[in-house]
């Protein structure tokens, strides 16, 4: 049986899952395998070696896409193309243009430098590399993480899901789930991907064969639950008759800022940072029957310092909803490290005590 942790994060799926029923058609990939969910992290290495293109058997290749960029109201907003030629870990370049934009990145052996895009928040770029070319983390990754395995029904079809959590550590309780990766019935080709820290949800189908890999050829894209991307693979092959000067970025290039991740704090020095905290409300049932105590809250806070995402790690089950709801509402002075504001993960204690 799924624990109480593992079933809301199904529940949550499913919500998701629910908003596009339609893309996720009964398709399934071109490439089955024997491993199976009962090994999750086996299952998700033979997955990662066979989605997306970055491996280490995959020949140079050149992809194109189109897109369509959705504001809140479902309003298409921009349109533009998306284009990527990959000869290696260090050796690669990405072009995004839009209808009022363009974006070329190119990697090298120092990093990721690029031209374009100043002052505009242009996380769709990375939205589109990732789903198209590297959908799935490093195995290296998997050795940081503990997983929890989930069930997803979407219509007709059942999608088995692998959720990654890290390991705890001396200053957090045991962590929520940072990411949900769903896969079809004895075929990895990833359908669903949700990073749940960032609010991004991804879904994929109609799988291209690709050099014993697998490319989606349709994805679209979902921020805050919200529709914001739809992608279309236009063509993809093995690239030829490319040098060096194909990859070489321009003089007036500047490095990337790279994502931050995510640092564990400890509440007291979390707590330091608190600028708005709502109270709870104690639920009239709860206080009827003279219940009291802590319910204590495992919390990912955002770099702008709110709250992205809460968890209960502990606590009476009446008490629960009331604290997650106030601890919704908090906010955190952002957290710096070398200048830098950072996500940061933390835990939280609600104490809930009736009048004496």
């Known amino acids: 049986m799924p624990n109480t942790r593992s079933g809301r994060y199904s529940i949550y799926l499913a919500c998701l899952a629910a908003l596009f029923p339609v893309l996720l058609a009964a398709q399934e990939a071109p490439v089955k395998s024997s491993v199976t969910m009962a090994d999750p992290a086996r299952f998700l290495v033979t997955a990662i070696k066979s989605n997306g293109l970055t491996g280490e058997d995959v020949k140079p290749w050149r992809v194109v896409a189109s897109f369509q960029e959705f504001n809140e109201s479902g309003a298409v907003v921009n349109r533009g193309t998306y284009e990527e030629t990959w000869a290696g870990a260090a050796k690669f370049k990405r072009s995004f243009s839009g209808d009022a934009f363009s974006i070329v990145e ?7 430098v690029r031209t374009g895009g ?7 770029l990375t939205a589109i590399h990732l789903a198209l070319a590297d959908p799935l983390p490093k195995p290296s990754e998997l050795e940081s993480v503990d997983f929890e395995t989930h069930v997803t029904r979407v219509g007709d079809l059942q999608l088995d899901c692998i959720a990654l959590k890290k390991k705890a550590t001396a200053s957090t309780a045991p962590l929520l789930p940072t990411s949900s990766y769903c896969f079809g019935k004895d075929a990895p080709f990833l359908r669903l991907r949700v990073l749940l820290s960032e609010g991004i949800t991804t879904v994929a189908e109609n799988p291209n064969s690709f050099q014993n890999h697998v490319v989606a050829g349709d994805i679209t894209v979902y921020r805050a639950e919200k529709l914001a991307l739809q992608v279309r693979l236009e063509g993809f092959g093995e690239l030829s008759g ?7 970025p321009p003089a007036d290039a500047t490095p990337r800022d790279e994502p931050n991740h995510q640092a564990p704090l400890s509440p007291e020095e979390a707590a330091k940072n608190l600028i708005k905290q709502v109270p709870p409300e104690y639920p009239p049932i709860a206080r009827a029957a003279r219940i009291q105590g802590t319910v204590v809250l495992q919390v990912l806070i955002d770099k702008h310092g709110n709250v992205s995402q809460v968890g209960v790690v502990s606590g009476h089950p009446m008490l629960q909803q009331a604290a997650l709801e106030a601890v ?3 906010v955190y002075k952002p957290y710096k490290i070398d200048g830098k504001a950072v996500p940061i993960y933390t835990t939280v204690n609600v104490t809930f005590a009736l009048e004496k």
Not at 106 to 112: D, F, L, N
Not at 118 to 124: A, C, H, P
Not at 242 to 248: I, K, P
């Open 106 to 112: 190119y990697g090298t052996e120092k990093g990721i």
């Open 118 to 124: 100043e002052n505009r928040d242009d996380w769709q």
């Open 242 to 248: 490319a040098n060096d000067a194909s990859f070489t």
């Open 328 to 330: 919704r509402q908090w």
